[in-house]
């Protein structure tokens, strides 16, 4: 008797072919307009299937609620789909896969828990226990795969696909077919797709359109609570499959990285210049270190990190035009290390030092004692990132920090200052100092870009790198 049943149940579509369904992804692809426009007897799919193919409305409904998640990317047009990939989805394609992981077969039944054969990431889980959070009294009954729910009433089967939409459930659910009235054996599936506790909409494979769930109407039988009800085993209950996702087995292709508004406002604006400037906050207690560059009302991605204290500085490494024309400065601030953005006019330039990190590098010596007399080389590297060397001078003194030897090297446009056999150290001979302690002391200058009000302007900055001690004996 059951067997019989279970065939009979997906003698579904008797009257209905194999329906080309329309695709809805959760987060992507096709458009649920699209998508719910699926219909089995779309002549797109006909040269698929032959006349044995009556499971078209289930096949269609499972293909509808497939295509609203992000498991798989709707193609109408193609010819068969890659289950590794998640590519070439729409009713005809699965059908074929479908029938190949022997989830249909001639003798018209369906089984409904091989959708994972063919799409890993989609399980039917009607063998659950769903409903008791639901109605405890419900009986959770399930067999050959399906799961019963209690259709007693409307407001109930309302309530119930309401909780399982909400909970990520995607129903599959039965009803009288076309032959229902004159011999109570055929029966018909729609896709629920939406649900509120007055009204269920479901998507229909017999007619490609999204309705009511109770103005389904297939062979002039209308579906409502008491023929619904019907369609189960017990009498008395309706049969509903309940299919969930499991996100990880999604396609590595299909996975998109969420769009970072704050990264889509920032492309929008100019990178001016990179610097590296030290400044100071001139503005009123009611400005803020911001996470982007932007004037007021340019964009909500805006956030603020923390209000700015007056006087306090930042370490400028940035300049940015934003898209309404200001000036800012990207920043890490002094005190608390706090990154974020700082519209320009409302700071000075603190000072014309270089901050730390403006310039590495400095001379060195292969030993702190150089012999009286003798030649020796100066080695060691200066450079920069973001500004450009101009200069750079150095002095060797003696222990009461009178200066000895001084050469100074301009005019230069530089990253990077090599000072092995540069003029600073063809210039500056160990062999010519005399016996003692002595220090090495040196100034970089750099060109660096700084905000003046709302316009940029260039100014030089100096790095002093820490003093290097020697002894000539």
């Excluded at 226990?129 to 729910?149: C, E, M, Q």
């Excluded at 769009?259 to 100019?270: M, N």
């Excluded at 990077?416 to 500056?428: C, E, G, H, M, V």
Aim: contains cysteine; glycine residues 6%; charged residues 20%.
């Amino acid at each position: 008797m059951r067997k019989r049943f279970i065939t009979l149940l997906l003698v579904i579509c008797l009257c209905f072919g194999l329906v080309p369904a329309t695709t809805y992804a959760a987060t992507a692809p096709a458009s649920t307009a699209k998508v719910y426009k699926w219909k089995q007897t779309d002549s797109r799919w006909n040269k698929y299937y032959s006349a044995q193919w009556s499971q078209g409305c289930a096949v269609t409904a499972i293909a509808v609620q497939i295509a609203r998640t992000d498991l798989v990317r709707v193609n109408e047009s193609a010819s068969s789909f890659n289950t590794s990939t998640g590519i070439g989805f729409n009713p005809g394609t699965f059908a074929k896969a479908f029938a190949a992981a022997k989830g249909t077969n001639k003798s018209l039944s369906v089984t409904w828990a091989y959708t994972n054969k063919v799409v890993p990431g989609f399980k039917n889980v009607t063998t659950k226990n769903v409903l008791k959070s639901i109605d405890s009294k419900t009986p959770n009954r399930s067999s050959a795969g399906w799961h019963y729910f209690n259709a007693s009433s409307k407001s109930w089967i309302c309530k119930c696909m309401k909780y399982y939409l909400d909970h990520g459930y995607y129903p599959v659910i039965e009803g009288p077919g076309s032959r229902w009235s004159k011999d109570k054996t055929s029966v018909h599936y729609v896709a629920v797709v939406k649900a509120t506790t007055s009204d269920v909409k479901v998507v229909d494979p017999a007619t490609g359109t999204e309705k009511s769930l109770f103005d389904v109407s297939v062979g002039g039988n209308r579906w409502n609570v008491t023929n619904i009800e019907k369609c189960g085993i017990p009498k008395g209950y309706g049969s509903c499959r309940l299919y969930s996702v499991d996100k990880s087995k999604t396609p590595s292709n299909l996975i998109s990285t969420p769009t970072d508004p704050a990264s889509v406002y920032l492309a929008k604006c100019t990178k001016t210049a990179n610097t590296c400037v030290s400044i100071k906050v001139s503005g009123s207690s009611s400005d803020y270190l911001k996470t982007l560059p932007c004037a007021k009302k340019t964009s909500s991605a805006s956030k603020s990190v923390r209000k700015l204290v007056e006087g306090e500085t930042l370490i400028a490494t940035a300049i940015y035009k934003n898209t309404a024309g200001n000036y800012w400065y990207k920043v890490k601030a002094d005190s608390d290390g706090k990154v974020g953005y700082v519209y320009g006019a409302i700071t000075k330039l603190n000072g014309t030092n270089a901050p730390k990190g403006a310039c590495t590098g400095g001379p060195s010596l292969s030993t702190t004692t150089p012999k009286y007399g003798n030649p020796y080389t100066i080695s060691g590297t200066m450079k920069t990132t973001y500004l450009t060397i101009i200069a750079v001078s150095a002095s060797l003194r003696d222990s009461n920090d009178k200066m000895l030897q001084y050469k100074l090297v301009q005019n230069l446009n530089t990253k990077s200052y090599k000072l092995a056999s540069s003029p600073i150290d063809k210039n500056l001979k160990f062999g010519k100092l005399p016996r003692g302690r002595g220090n090495i002391a040196m100034t970089v200058a750099l060109s660096a870009k700084y905000i003046d009000g709302n316009t940029v302007k260039n100014t030089t900055i100096k790095y002093y790198p820490a003093r290097y001690y020697y002894t000539v004996k």
